[in-house]
């Protein structure tokens, strides 16, 4: 079993920045990703990492503004989100081990999420 925390979401206004946080434990992080859902809408990738950190994949509304990163000394991967926009709010959801590709939200942990408001 693995759990996962996320932590670090907040309020912040239009252009600015913030960075989320998922710590895993009770065992190492495999491959993962980050998902995010606003009222209304189903959820959606938003991002992914190898368990190596080399490769990463981004959905192309968060291209060049997110970063996904990861340490695995700490068992945490990151999400630091840059430039944001109001269409960025929405709870943030970090999950691991995936059953097949990593951006379907077929993943076997999943953690509570954390929100992330971005105003006007």
């Known amino acids: 079993q693995v759990q996962l925390v996320e932590s670090g979401g907040g309020l912040v206004q239009a252009g600015g920045s913030l960075t989320l946080s998922c710590a895993a434990s009770?065992?190492?992080?495999?491959?993962a990703g980050w998902f995010r859902q606003a009222p209304g809408k189903k959820r959606e990738f938003v991002a992914a990492i190898t368990w190596s950190g080399r490769s990463t994949n981004y959905a192309d509304s968060v291209k060049g503004r997110f970063t996904i990163f990861r340490d695995n000394a700490k068992n945490t991967v990151y999400l630091q989100m840059n430039s944001l926009k109001p269409e960025d709010t929405a709870v943030y959801y970090c999950?691991?081990?995936?059953?097949?590709?990593?951006?379907?939200?077929?993943?076997?942990?999943w953690g509570q999420g954390t929100q992330v408001t971005v105003s006007s």
């Open positions: 009770g065992r190492t992080f495999t491959n």
């Open positions: 999950a691991t081990s995936p059953r097949g590709s990593m951006t379907k939200d077929e993943y076997d942990y």
